[in-house]
Protein backbone atom coordinates (compact mmCIF):
# COMPACT_ATOMS: atom_id res chain seq x y z
CA UNK A 1 0.00 0.00 0.00
CA UNK A 2 2.66 2.25 1.16
CA UNK A 3 4.66 1.76 -2.55
CA UNK A 4 1.61 2.51 -4.14
CA UNK A 5 1.58 6.09 -3.14
CA UNK A 6 5.31 6.35 -3.52
CA UNK A 7 4.42 5.68 -7.23
CA UNK A 8 1.30 7.66 -7.16
CA UNK A 9 3.87 10.74 -6.19
CA UNK A 10 6.51 10.51 -8.54
CA UNK A 11 4.06 9.98 -11.32
CA UNK A 12 2.46 13.16 -10.37
CA UNK A 13 5.96 14.92 -9.98
CA UNK A 14 6.86 13.85 -13.33
CA UNK A 15 3.10 14.86 -15.28
CA UNK A 16 4.31 18.11 -13.36
CA UNK A 17 7.85 18.70 -14.75
CA UNK A 18 7.10 18.03 -17.95
CA UNK A 19 4.10 20.22 -17.72
CA UNK A 20 6.91 22.32 -16.25
CA UNK A 21 9.07 22.12 -19.03
CA UNK A 22 6.53 22.54 -22.06
CA UNK A 23 5.30 25.79 -20.28
CA UNK A 24 9.14 27.27 -20.32
CA UNK A 25 9.58 26.30 -24.03
CA UNK A 26 6.41 27.26 -25.01
CA UNK A 27 6.97 30.57 -23.55
CA UNK A 28 10.39 31.07 -24.78
CA UNK A 29 9.16 30.06 -28.57
CA UNK A 30 6.94 32.94 -27.53
CA UNK A 31 9.19 35.46 -26.91
CA UNK A 32 11.15 34.99 -29.66
CA UNK A 33 8.39 35.29 -32.31
CA UNK A 34 7.13 38.80 -30.55
CA UNK A 35 11.10 39.69 -30.76
CA UNK A 36 10.66 38.97 -34.39
CA UNK A 37 7.55 40.78 -35.20
CA UNK A 38 9.18 44.07 -33.36
CA UNK A 39 12.25 44.07 -35.61
CA UNK A 40 10.49 45.39 -38.76
CA UNK A 41 7.87 47.69 -36.31
CA UNK A 42 7.31 51.37 -38.07
CA UNK A 43 4.16 51.48 -35.47
CA UNK A 44 5.46 52.63 -31.56
CA UNK A 45 3.67 53.63 -28.65
CA UNK A 46 5.79 55.44 -26.83
CA UNK A 47 3.98 56.98 -24.07
CA UNK A 48 0.57 56.55 -22.28
CA UNK A 49 -1.18 58.89 -19.74
CA UNK A 50 -4.53 57.97 -17.81
CA UNK A 51 -7.20 61.13 -18.06
CA UNK A 52 -10.09 59.44 -17.26
CA UNK A 53 -11.95 55.72 -16.68
CA UNK A 54 -11.04 53.69 -20.06
CA UNK A 55 -9.26 57.27 -21.31
CA UNK A 56 -6.02 57.72 -22.44
CA UNK A 57 -3.86 60.12 -24.19
CA UNK A 58 -0.92 58.18 -26.37
CA UNK A 59 2.50 59.76 -28.25
CA UNK A 60 2.42 57.41 -31.14
CA UNK A 61 5.37 56.65 -33.42
CA UNK A 62 4.55 56.18 -37.14
CA UNK A 63 7.47 55.70 -39.03
CA UNK A 64 9.41 58.81 -38.34
CA UNK A 65 6.34 60.59 -36.97
CA UNK A 66 5.12 61.31 -33.99
CA UNK A 67 1.03 61.69 -33.31
CA UNK A 68 -0.78 62.09 -30.41
CA UNK A 69 -3.99 60.26 -30.32
CA UNK A 70 -6.44 59.97 -27.84
CA UNK A 71 -8.03 56.08 -27.08
CA UNK A 72 -11.62 55.54 -25.08
CA UNK A 73 -13.45 52.72 -25.13
CA UNK A 74 -14.98 54.08 -28.78
CA UNK A 75 -12.86 55.59 -30.42
CA UNK A 76 -9.00 56.77 -31.28
CA UNK A 77 -8.97 60.50 -32.22
CA UNK A 78 -5.93 61.97 -33.54
CA UNK A 79 -5.40 65.22 -31.61
CA UNK A 80 -2.08 66.32 -33.68
CA UNK A 81 1.33 65.47 -34.38
CA UNK A 82 4.14 66.32 -32.14
CA UNK A 83 7.75 67.33 -33.47
CA UNK A 84 10.57 65.27 -32.56
CA UNK A 85 12.64 68.07 -30.85
CA UNK A 86 9.63 68.69 -28.72
CA UNK A 87 9.92 64.96 -27.14
CA UNK A 88 12.03 63.99 -23.75
CA UNK A 89 12.29 60.60 -24.17
CA UNK A 90 13.45 58.01 -21.04
CA UNK A 91 15.37 54.62 -21.76
CA UNK A 92 13.52 51.85 -22.37
CA UNK A 93 14.09 49.93 -19.15
CA UNK A 94 12.54 52.45 -17.30
CA UNK A 95 15.36 51.89 -14.14
CA UNK A 96 17.62 54.70 -14.76
CA UNK A 97 19.47 52.17 -17.86
CA UNK A 98 19.84 49.28 -15.72
CA UNK A 99 18.67 45.57 -16.35
CA UNK A 100 16.68 43.43 -14.69
CA UNK A 101 18.99 41.45 -14.16
CA UNK A 102 21.51 43.96 -12.39
CA UNK A 103 18.44 45.27 -10.44
CA UNK A 104 17.86 41.95 -9.11
CA UNK A 105 21.33 41.40 -7.98
CA UNK A 106 21.45 44.64 -6.74
CA UNK A 107 17.99 43.60 -4.28
CA UNK A 108 19.41 39.72 -3.49
CA UNK A 109 23.00 41.75 -2.44
CA UNK A 110 21.13 44.23 -0.43
CA UNK A 111 18.79 41.86 1.56
CA UNK A 112 21.81 39.21 1.98
CA UNK A 113 23.42 41.95 3.95
CA UNK A 114 20.51 42.75 5.77
CA UNK A 115 21.36 41.13 9.38
CA UNK A 116 17.41 41.07 9.94
CA UNK A 117 17.37 43.77 12.45
CA UNK A 118 15.34 46.45 12.39
CA UNK A 119 17.45 49.56 11.65
CA UNK A 120 16.99 52.69 13.86
Known amino acids: MESN ?10 I ?3 VLGITVLTL ?12 NCNIEV ?13 IVRVGLTYMVIAVSRDQVTMLG ?4 EQLTLVSATGSGGKSFKELLDGFL ?7 GQPKE
Do not use: M
Open 46 to 58: VETARIANNKYIQ
Open 109 to 115: KKDSSDD
Open 16 to 18: FIV
Open 5 to 14: SYLQFLTVLV
Open 81 to 84: EVPF
Open 28 to 39: RWISGYQKVQRL
